[in-house]
C-alpha cells in the first residue's frame, strides 16, 4: 500500500512580553503556540521574541525586529510566519506587505485546526461561520494585488472597490445563512435533550489534550477519538453509562484554550449547551503541565461566560504518571518553584480543602478509576434521590450503551 505524504510547511513564531505577561509567560504561550502549529502540520523551526510596553499598533513588532525577522525569512525560504496574539486588520496588512510570505494569527491557526477537526455537519457550519466572521474586517487585504494592477485611473480603483463590496455582501449573506442553519439544529438537538428524559448529565470539561476523550472511553467502554493533539475532539459526544446499575448520561465537549478566538467562542455556545444542561460537571486538569493552574482558571473563566450558575464539580488531577519535578538543593535558599514541588507535597496546598471534590487519576495507566468511578457513582446518586425521592432507583433496569 503507498504511504500518502504529508507536506509540511517551516514556520517562525513571533511572541511579545509584556508588562502584565512575563518572559516565563510569553515562553509557555510559544510552547502552546508550537504545539498548535504542530496539529496544523507546520513545523516550527525558530522564534523571535521582543519586550515591548505595548504591542505595535502598524506591526505588533517593532520596525527592528520585523526586519529581523524578514532577513531569516528570506534567508532560510520561510513561507510562514505565525504571531501568538490576534493580529488587526491594519497589522496584518502591513506585515504581509513587508515581509512578503503567509503570516497567520493564533486565531486563523485555532480556525484552521477546527476546519481539519470538525466531522459533523454541525460542527463544519460552526467553523465556516467563525472564520466567515474572522475573514470579514480583512477582506482589503485579498485584493491588495488590484493596487499593482490597476493603473491608476480612477474607473480601474472603483472597480476593485466594488469587488470588495460584493465580497462583504457575499459573506454576510452566507453568515446570516449559517445562523438560521445553526438555530435549526439547535432546535433538533434541544428535542434530543428533552427525549432523554430526567437521567441525570455529567458533562467532561477542561483544557484541550487534558485526556478528557481518554477518560470518556474509560467510563464509558466505547471508542470516542482521543489523540496527543490539540482540539482532538470537536464535537460534543453523549453517552448513557451505568455504575453499579445507576444509570447517567456522560458527555465529551471540546476544550478550552488560552486567548481562544471570539468568533469561535460564539459559534460553539450552542455546542456547550451540554455543559449549560449539565448536573455534574467533571473538570479534567493535567498535572503534568508546568502551568495547570492557569489552565483550571482559563476553563472556569469560560464556563462562568457560558453559565453563572454554580454546578458541583469534582476535580480531577490527569497524567499523575507524566508527573515531575525537581527536588531543591539544601542550601538552595530561593523560593520554590512549581517544578520543585512533589505531587505529595501539591496535594498539601489549595488542593487539601477540596476533600472528596478532588481525585489524582492515570486514564492512560487506568490510576485511581475505581475510586474515581465510586466519587462519580456518589454524585450522581445524590442528584438522582433529589429528582426521585420515592424511587430512586428508577431507572436500575437501563441498559449502559
Not at 502584565?20 to 507546520?42: C, G, K, N, P
Not at 463590496?165 to 434530543?192: G, N, P
Request: aromatic share 6%; net charge negative.
Amino acid at each position: 500500500m503507498e504511504e500518502i505524504e504529508i507536506n509540511i510547511d517551516k514556520a517562525v513564531l513571533v511572541g511579545l512580553i509584556l508588562p502584565e505577561q512575563s518572559e516565563e509567560r510569553t515562553r509557555e504561550y510559544l510552547d502552546e503556540l508550537a504545539f498548535l502549529a504542530d496539529t496544523s502540520s507546520i513545523e516550527p523551526v525558530k522564534r523571535f521574541v521582543q519586550r515591548l510596553e505595548t504591542p505595535n499598533s502598524n506591526t505588533y513588532v517593532g520596525e527592528g525586529k520585523l526586519a529581523e525577522i524578514k532577513q531569516y525569512v528570506a534567508d532560510n525560504e520561510i513561507p510562514i510566519v505565525i504571531f501568538d496574539d490576534e493580529l488587526s486588520p491594519r497589522q496584518l496588512r502591513n506585515i504581509e506587505r513587508e515581509l512578503q510570505v503567509r503570516v497567520m494569527d493564533r486565531t486563523i491557526l485555532i480556525l484552521e485546526i477546527f476546519v481539519q477537526r470538525a466531522q459533523t455537519s454541525y460542527a463544519k457550519t460552526q467553523v465556516e461561520m467563525a472564520q466567515l466572521q474572522y475573514m470579514l474586517p480583512r477582506l482589503s487585504r485579498l485584493w491588495s494585488h488590484l493596487d499593482r494592477q490597476r493603473g491608476g485611473g480612477v474607473t480601474s480603483r472603483g472597480a476593485g472597490e466594488k469587488q470588495i463590496e460584493t465580497d462583504q455582501r457575499i459573506i454576510r449573506t452566507r453568515i446570516a445563512l449559517l445562523k438560521e442553519e445553526l438555530k435549526h439544529i439547535d432546535r433538533q438537538m434541544a428535542t434530543q435533550r428533552k427525549n432523554r428524559g430526567k437521567l441525570v448529565r455529567v458533562a467532561l470539561v477542561g483544557y484541550t489534550n487534558v485526556g478528557k476523550s481518554t477518560l470518556m472511553n474509560l467510563l464509558s467502554k466505547s471508542e470516542v477519538f482521543a489523540e496527543n493533539k490539540l482540539f482532538a475532539t470537536l464535537d460534543t459526544t453523549v453517552r448513557k453509562i451505568a455504575i453499579d446499575n445507576l444509570p447517567f448520561l456522560l458527555t465529551d465537549t471540546v476544550g478550552f484554550i488560552r486567548k481562544l478566538p471570539h468568533d469561535l467562542i460564539e459559534s460553539f455556545k450552542s455546542t456547550l449547551d451540554e455543559v449549560r444542561e449539565a448536573d455534574v460537571l467533571l473538570h479534567i486538569v493535567d498535572i503534568s503541565h508546568p502551568n495547570f493552574e492557569e489552565q483550571i482558571q482559563v476553563v472556569e473563566h469560560t464556563l462562568n461566560e457560558l453559565d453563572k450558575t454554580v454546578k458541583p464539580t469534582i476535580l480531577i488531577f490527569n497524567k499523575v504518571d507524566a508527573f515531575t519535578y525537581t527536588p531543591k538543593d539544601e542550601d538552595d535558599l530561593t523560593p520554590a518553584t512549581r517544578e520543585n514541588i512533589s505531587l505529595e507535597e501539591l496535594k498539601k496546598t489549595w488542593m487539601s480543602k477540596l476533600n472528596e471534590n478532588c481525585i489524582f487519576i492515570s486514564a492512560r495507566n487506568k490510576t485511581n478509576i475505581d475510586e474515581l468511578k465510586a466519587l462519580v457513582y456518589q454524585k450522581v446518586k445524590e442528584i438522582h434521590v433529589q429528582r426521585f425521592p420515592f424511587n430512586d432507583f428508577l431507572y436500575q433496569n437501563y441498559e449502559a450503551e
